[in-house]
């Protein structure tokens, strides 16, 4: 997960591209994975990841 959360940090990468890039053939798939080991879901890891001006 931890090269799942990296690539979500990447603006030009989509939520559906990340979670093939890390093998899984959903988005359904990886939410249910990686929510419950990162605490929140692709899309609030996305947001909290984000450079703040």
Do not use: C, D, H
């Amino acid at each position: 997960m931890s090269i799942a959360a990296n690539a979500l940090k990447n603006p030009s990468l989509g939520t559906e591209s990340v979670a093939e890039l890390v093998g899984y053939q959903s988005i359904a798939a990886f939410r249910r994975a990686f929510t419950p080991r990162m605490g929140v879901t692709p899309g609030a890891w996305r947001r909290s990841a984000r450079p703040t001006a």
